[in-house]
Every structure is written in C-alpha cells, then in structure tokens.
C-alpha cells in the first residue's frame, strides 16, 4: 500500500479578481465597481478559472433604485451564474451573493457582470469584493489539488481514468494509475482484476478462460483459478447474454487451472461462455 496522502487541514485562500475591462455606463475605483443605467453598463474579463474553483462570491447593492433593473454574472455568452434583483434590501446595503463555478474549473472564459437595463434610465450599482472561493478537494476523492497535479490526475473528476476505481483508492489502496485504466497493460481494467483477484500490476496475472474441445467434442473452458476465490461458468445462445445458463457454479480456484466441461454437445459451435468470479 502506498503512503497515506495528507489532506490539507487549511482550505486554500480565495481568489480576488481585478484588471476588469468596463463596457457601458462603467467604472472602478478602489475595489468597487459602479454601473450606471444607460443602455447595458458592465464590466468583464477573461481569466483561467482556478483549479479547485468552488464559487463565485461578490456583494451588490442599488445605491439608485431601478424599475424592474437587474444585476446579471456570466460565464462565457450564454451561461448565467446568478441574477442580482433590484430589492429594498439591496437598496438598504450590500447584499452578498454565490454562484456555483465548480464546473467550469482549468476552464478559460469571460467573466462578465452586466447591469440589465429596463424602462427608465435611473438605475445605479455598485459591485465589490468579487472573488473566486476554491476548494483543495473539489472533487472530493481525498486528494487535495497539489496530490492530483502530482499523480496527474483529473481534480475534477474523483476517477479519472474511468475504470471504476477512486483516483484515491488507486493511490493509497492498490498502488495502480489512476490516470490509465489498464495499470500493467494486460487488456484487463485494474477493476476487474481486482474483481477476480489477479495482480492489476501484473501484465501475466488475469482472468483469461480459453476454450479447447474435449475427447467427445464437448466445449472445455479453461482458466487460471486464483486459491480462496468461486467462479461460475455461464453460457448464452447469443451475444446479447440476455439469455443464458449456468454451466457450472462455485468451481474452487486453487492457484492452478480450472476446467469445466459443457455436456450439451447439441448447442455447438453456436453458444458463447464466459467465466465470473464469485
């Protein structure tokens, strides 16, 4: 088993982001960001969003009321983050808003924060403290950020090489990749090895049946029975499997080959085995 990784107790600080591009009725000055109605006013930029992005955090308020007014952030053209309603609380304060960016983490775009304009030209408002709240774990498959660029794992994805097992378990558990589905490059994905109790990091330890005939023509599946562990050997008509019988149930593994006869002589050569660990 490999080391234990270490989770970092600290979450990673936010982000704050700065260096806007302003469209519109617009502007900034220490931090605040002040759109004035007058058509559509905003400001926006494109940025990397972080690895372990977690959300999007801002306060706005109405320092002028509007008539029907809103507050719109973007990711890219199309995706709406969350919408900024003109309210009597916004008009009292700054509200503090979240939107959910964990989708669009290692993802480049424009971040885009517009003042959607409606009836009148009278509203005003302000916009601060825009910031980026990351996670360590996004993922949450127990390795932090800086472990998953080691391994060069996916921090997005709790499997990255899809083969059934956790990016941590294939760390800490089974020493096998966990960004290639096939460790030892037997053909065999690392799950189903460990399924059948072959080594995933041995390209000669799997479960392979072979067929041969028998004396009497029958059909004889053969294969490398791991000691302690069952297996069954089905048979189906079709490919479709939808369909099928058991052969044989609970043939021990004794570390040498196994061997099951078919007696049915009568289906062959239209049937088609398959052998599964219990």
């Known amino acids: 088993m490999a080391d234990m990784p270490q989770t970092a107790a600290i979450p990673p600080p936010p982000v704050d982001l700065d260096g806007f591009t302003y469209f519109g009725t617009a502007s900034g000055a220490g931090g605040v960001h002040t759109l004035t109605e007058n058509t559509d006013a905003g400001f926006w930029k494109t940025m ?6 977690e959300t999007l955090r801002f306060r706005y308020r109405f320092t002028n009321a509007g008539d029907g007014d809103f507050i719109a952030a973007y990711w890219g053209e199309e995706t709406v983050l969350v919408i900024c309603p003109d309210t009597e609380s916004a008009r009292a304060g700054y509200v503090e808003m979240e939107a959910d960016v964990s989708r669009f983490g290692g993802q480049t775009g424009n971040l885009v924060f517009k003042l959607v304009s409606r009836g009148e030209v009278n509203a005003v408002a302000e ?8 996670s360590d774990d996004p993922d949450d498959d127990g390795l932090t950020n800086a ?14 090489d899809g083969d059934g097992l956790s990016d941590y378990d294939e760390v800490t558990t089974h020493s096998t990749s966990p ?10 994905p690392d799950a189903a090895e460990l399924a059948a109790s072959t080594n995933p990091l041995d390209k000669n330890s799997f479960l392979r049946p072979r067929m041969e005939r028998g004396a009497g023509g ?3 599946l053969i294969w490398q029975g791991v000691s302690g562990r069952t297996y069954s050997v089905v048979r189906s008509l079709d490919l479709s499997g939808r369909a099928f ?16 006869v078919d007696p049915d002589t009568s289906v062959n050569p239209c049937a088609f085995y398959w052998v599964v660990p219990e």
């Open 48 to 53: 990397a969003m972080p690895t372990g992005s």
């Open 245 to 260: 019988d058991f052969i044989r149930t609970e043939v021990p593994g004794t570390g040498a080959d196994c061997t099951v």
């Open 179 to 188: 960004t290639v589905a096939d460790s030892d490059g037997d053909m065999v």
């Open 127 to 134: 916009i601060d403290q825009v910031q980026i709240v990351l």
């Open 218 to 220: 029958q059909p004889e």
């Open 147 to 160: 472990q998953e660029a080691t391994y060069g794992s996916n921090p997005h994805s709790d499997d990255s």
